[in-house]
């Protein structure tokens, strides 16, 4: 596909570099961090409405979180080429992925930890009553222990509480780095503000509820259990959503009028971007479509009293609209700050291709293999019906 | 096996565990130069330093070409080096070929060569000599035929355009003494 080039930008810029599998990264880091922050909530703040979503929110975040590297990896190309980044770093200078590498494995470890200290007791009892695979895979994830004691449940509930804890700093890092990433690239000038991992942060916040909310409902419909969806539960979802939402808008919106106020360095350039290439994706999708009307019915779901099946349809709506605001925006600031020649007065134009090894295919398989993942958890680890409720 | 604690401590050192194995992987799998100078294999140096010469520079080529040198010295391609258009020395030398592929052939394989640098480009300099080399043609009045290398000597490309200019203007002259 020969790149539409408007104006003048120079040769080397004519094709942007980070493609569709870039998008895909920053898009499933956020998800991971905004169904952690549910479970956080429940965990560590004791939020009582969220408490029957909290272990769910958890493994979903953890389903998302095993995906994160591999459009990083697919686009990387050579694939042997990522640990010595890690192994390597260089501190004084560019191994800035590698940050993201260890930040990453810590979280990878807090939450698979956090994990298993909540099913540990469950998984205990599944391995007595389980047999073949299943009694293997949980003896290996109960690490060989059989405690059922009192006093080792409390330990359990101590440990999630500082999992969660430490989670929820690391779980920002991890995003606000995303943003850090891409804010710290001088010669892009629609990327280089500080706001960048403040903005990355809330709306990975908005996405990973919002993808909460929808894989939440749609599990209940497709295993005919809505009837065991609390409304309660829903509707701290649905104000959360706003919440996170209003200030990942706003703070997008804040830096874009602080920009356009102040007329920064080559804020010509953002300008003519944002009102020519990027018109239907930024100012039509992202802003008028996917950010103002989401706005409206979220605060109508939150401040007014609805109906639990309203609130059920509207509430899927609504954020099945924000998952796509995301999306739009991370391919708004991803391939947004490539299509701006560094000349300061040309565009470039990227459409990812259908079946290349970076294209929409892939990037599909990516999306769905979380679900998969899910599906395949969720047969070690149940999500809702806990056997111990009684007990505690 | 049941006590308490016991997940907990196993946990732990699975942690421990994980992070031992991943100081030994940087351990192990570290070259043995590594970060002798700085952030690369120490090594490196000496390797890239024993590889044979492939460039050798135009004071190379002038030991053994001096005439042609003479003549590119004072022209307008006196700052090019000589392999950009013969490709490297130290394939010559070897015998593997007796010189760079790519003016081998005269005519249309050299104009391409040429029209590299002096094909007619926007982001080019206005004051750097380009052309369409069709319109250059029909301009100079000559056959389409032609290739850069029929007018032009290519080590100093406007030889023979001063020599027609000063033929030209010393006709001039004569057919003003005639008048």
């Known amino acids: 596909m020969d790149a539409q080039v408007l104006n003048y930008v120079f040769p080397n810029d004519m094709h942007p570099h980070w493609t569709l599998m870039i998008v895909l990264y920053t898009y499933l880091t956020g998800l991971v961090e905004g169904a952690f922050i549910v479970s956080a909530l429940s965990y560590v703040f004791g939020f009582k409405s969220l408490q029957p979503i909290a272990r769910f929110s958890l493994v979903l975040a953890f389903s998302w979180l095993v995906v994160v590297t591999v459009p990083l990896i697919i686009h990387l190309g050579q694939p042997t080429r990522a ?138 419909l497709f295993t005919k259990r809505v009837y065991e969806i609390k409304t309660e539960t829903l509707k701290t979802l649905i104000k959360l959503l706003w919440t996170f939402f209003i200030f990942a808008f706003f703070f997008e919106m ?41 706005f409206f ?29 995301v999306f739009f925006m991370r391919w708004n600031v991803v391939v947004g700050g490539q299509i701006m020649g560094k000349s300061g007065r040309g565009f470039t134009e990227y459409f990812p291709e259908w079946f290349d090894k970076e294209g929409i295919l892939v990037a599909g398989l990516i999306l769905i293999a979380p679900i998969v993942i899910l599906w395949l958890l969720s047969k070690i680890f149940p999500f809702w019906e806990s056997t111990t409720e009684g007990e505690r | 096996m049941n006590s308490p604690y016991s997940f907990s401590t196993r946990l732990f050192l699975l942690f421990i565990a994980i992070l031992l194995l991943i100081y030994f992987a940087r351990i192990f799998s570290l070259p043995e130069s590594w970060g002798d100078y700085g ?37 307008a ?54 052309v369409d080399a069709k319109q250059h043609l029909e ?30 203007t010393l006709r001039e002259g004569l057919d003003d003494d005639d008048e």
């Not at chain 1, 971007?273 to 990027?278: K, N, V």
């Open chain 1, 83 to 220: 640990p010595w980044m890690l192994l390597t770093p260089n501190y004084d200078g560019p191994s800035m992925m590698a940050g993201f590498g260890y930040i990453y494995l810590i979280y990878t470890l807090v939450i698979l930890f956090q994990i298993l200290f909540v099913y540990r007791y469950e998984m205990v009892l599944f391995k007595a009553t389980s047999s073949g695979i299943k009694h293997h895979i949980y003896s290996i994830l109960t690490l060989g222990t059989n405690d059922r004691s009192k006093e080792g449940r409390q330990i359990d509930t101590k440990v999630i509480w500082l999992f969660g804890a430490l989670g929820i700093p690391t779980a920002s890092l991890l995003h606000g780095y995303v943003g850090f990433i891409f804010g710290g690239v001088k010669a892009v000038e629609w990327w280089f503000t500080p706001l960048m991992p403040i903005v990355f942060s809330f709306s990975a916040a908005v996405s990973g509820i919002a993808g909460v909310i929808v894989t939440y409902i749609m599990i209940k």
């Open chain 2, 39 to 75: 952030y690369y294999r120490g090594d490196y140096i000496d390797e890239e330093a024993s590889k044979a010469m492939v460039y050798g520079g135009n004071d190379t080529c002038q030991s053994c070409h001096e005439e042609v040198y003479t003549i590119k010295k004072e022209g």
């Open chain 1, 297 to 325: 019915i979220l605060m109508w779901l939150s401040l007014r009293t609805i109906g639990r099946i309203a609130l059920m349809f509207w509430g899927v709506v609504v954020s099945i609209m924000l998952l796509m605001q």
């Open chain 2, 77 to 130: 391609h006196k700052k090019l080096s000589c392999e950009l258009c013969h490709g490297p020395v130290g394939e010559h030398v070897e015998g593997k070929r007796y010189i760079g592929e790519l003016s081998v052939e005269r005519g249309t394989k050299q104009t391409k060569m040429c029209l590299r640098c002096h094909q007619e480009v926007t982001g080019r300099p206005e004051t750097f000599p380009m």
């Open chain 1, 254 to 294: 804040l830096e874009l009028g602080v920009h356009a106020y102040s007329v920064t360095e080559n804020w010509h350039h953002v300008k003519a971007a944002l009102e020519g290439p990027m018109q239907w994706s930024f100012w039509t999708m992202q802003i008028k479509v996917l950010s103002i009307i989401p």
């Open chain 2, 139 to 168: 301009d100079e009045k000559v056959d389409a035929s032609n290739a850069c290398g029929s007018c032009h000597t290519v080590h100093e490309p406007l030889e023979t355009m001063r020599y027609v200019k000063r033929l030209r």
